[in-house]
């Protein structure tokens, strides 16, 4: 829980990234929920081999369990087979399971909203035995909450990136119980609201935050959450602009706060205009790309003499936002050539800085930069033992080789991508890296082998049917017209979200997908009066 304290920027960056989003932080706790769930699965395995026993997990007082906990042990049901490991949930209360959040702001309503859904979605993925439930209700008291001793920004922070929803709750409680009537309480309440898709209570949440606050950069900031939650929550660009319209009434550029502020407002002000550039074609959208890029170039001019942590995480988002705005457009070089020049200063030529300076290269027309970027940034995941981006990886290579008529490297990396899909249990890849495999074996002549080898890796697996059946198809099945039908184009990011360790609702649209993909959404009204 402390890790924050150890991170290469400081601490206060982490902290401010989170509370400058509304979107739940996924990817790093999903990673480290794999790897402490795949330590837990190997042990039952030596011990199922060596007593030819099935274990039974009984777990008590399963209503007091924290989110993350419930995360590993729900992992780990799923990555083992019925004959290796039975689980039994007992509770001392009942379950709470409160469907409507009437009060924003009761955090024990909350509580009992979010306990509810977690326990509900657990019950649809494991049909789990269940004991002793009795006829009252828990209620819960801030007292059980153990904080990091860093103060309530700090406890949020940590709480949203584990998805620890409960205990961000139980440290706003603390404060609304002393009275503490502060805007940073009613916005972090506003955050936890929208990571658990509860998007009206964060609307309200927001507005009471806005009310509140003391200074007007912070309104401006309360400002630019709320024009957030209207993009890509309620998807109206008419009510994230009156956001924006006020939240530049509150800053001008006397100082480095405002600068910051006023530069948070410009990024929010070209993310939405990027988003409404998706309803446009020919020199109408070009236009207004053209504005959101010169916006987002004085962005960065506003805060470019500016020290510390805020301003050295808005110009690396916005950078980010440029490169993605360059994509977008199709100028996929300077695209490259953007992220390149930003992020090797600051993280390095990692995999994920691989991945996406390969798909880049790629679609530049470098292919073979672009698979060497790919191959390198595959290497180091798997050295990593980072599984869930390693299948990832494979799946964008095994693409990329197949565009490229590479059958036979196509189909090697579909094959092992399906072998790592088979491993996290992610039926919905596996189906995709079997459609791969096969279509491009098809093209080389290997197919039945390929079948062959296919089949052998599930033999011993509890696969659902519809990957079973797949590979019962006809041959006639698996076509290259087949392959361009049923097969997505990857991501040009590696995914900040894995549904398949997630017991979290993923949101409705993926706004980066949907923006490369020049998609079209309805974008209704859906914000309360």
């Known amino acids: 829980m402390n890790a924050w304290k ?9 902290i401010f990234s989170i509370i400058r989003r509304i979107s739940r932080e996924s990817s790093a706790t999903a990673k480290l929920i794999d790897h402490l769930a795949e330590k837990i699965v190997d042990l039952v395995r030596e011990d199922y081999f060596l007593n030819k026993r099935r274990l039974v997990l009984l777990i008590g007082c399963s209503e007091w369990i924290d989110r993350p906990s419930i995360r590993v042990i729900n992992r780990v049901f799923k990555l083992l087979p019925f004959s290796h490991l039975r689980m039994v949930w007992t509770f001392s209360d009942n379950v709470p399971n409160l469907k409507v959040l009437e009060n924003s702001f009761s955090m024990n309503d909350s509580l009992k909203v979010a306990r509810g859904r977690i326990f509900t979605r657990l019950y649809s993925e ?114 994230a602009k009156e956001h924006y319209k006020v939240a530049l009434k509150y800053v001008d550029e006397s100082d480095a706060e405002n600068r910051l502020e006023k530069g948070w407002i410009l990024n929010g002000l070209s993310f939405m205009e990027t988003v409404l550039s998706s309803k446009l074609q020919g020199d109408e959208k070009e236009v207004l790309l053209e504005g959101v890029l010169k916006r987002e170039l004085k962005a960065l001019q506003l805060i470019k003499n500016d020290k510390g942590s805020g301003p050295l995480y808005l110009r690396y988002n916005l950078i980010s936002n440029i490169s993605f705005l360059l994509e977008i457009r199709g100028d996929y070089l300077n695209s490259l050539e953007t992220w390149r020049r ?85 039926w919905d890849q596996a189906k995709k890296h079997i459609i791969g495999c096969i279509v491009s074996s098809k093209n080389t002549g290997n197919d039945q082998i390929n079948i062959g080898l296919l089949t052998d890796m599930i033999s011993d697996q509890p696969c659902p049917n519809d990957v079973l059946n797949l590979l019962k198809e006809d041959r006639s099945y698996f076509s290259d017209q087949r392959f361009h039908e049923l097969l997505h184009r990857p991501k040009t990011k590696l995914s900040s979200y894995h549904p398949s360790v997630d017991l979290e609702a993923i949101p409705e649209i993926d706004m980066n997908d949907f923006l490369i993909n020049k998609s079209t959404v309805n974008f209704k009204q859906q914000i309360p009066n």
């Open 342 to 426: 930003a992020f090797t200063k600051l993280i390095g030529e990692d995999h994920e800085f691989c991945y996406r300076a390969g798909m880049l290269s790629w679609k530049a027309g470098h292919i073979d930069e672009g698979i060497s970027y790919l191959n390198k940034g595959l290497k180091q995941a798997i050295l990593q033992r980072d599984r869930l981006d390693t299948e990832c990886i494979y799946y964008g290579l095994g693409y990329v080789h197949y565009i490229n008529k590479n059958y036979k490297d196509a189909a090697y990396n579909f094959l092992e991508g399906f072998r790592c899909a088979l491993n996290l249990s992610n």
């Open 126 to 239: 494991q049909n789990p035995l269940l004991l002793g439930e009795s006829e009252r209700e828990a209620n819960f008291d801030h007292t059980n909450f153990k904080g990091s001793g860093h103060g309530l920004m700090a406890d949020a922070a940590i709480s949203l990136v584990t998805q620890n929803y409960e205990n961000a709750y139980l440290a706003c409680e603390i404060m609304l119980n002393k009275n503490k009537i502060s805007e940073e309480t009613y916005r972090i309440v506003g955050l936890v609201h929208a990571n658990l898709t509860l998007y009206d209570k964060a609307y309200e949440a927001f507005k009471t935050a806005s009310e509140v606050a003391d200074t007007n950069p912070k309104r401006a900031h309360i400002e630019c959450l709320s024009a957030l939650l209207a993009i890509k929550r309620f998807y109206n660009l008419e009510i």
């Open 6 to 14: 150890s991170m290469d920027m400081a601490s206060d960056s982490i």
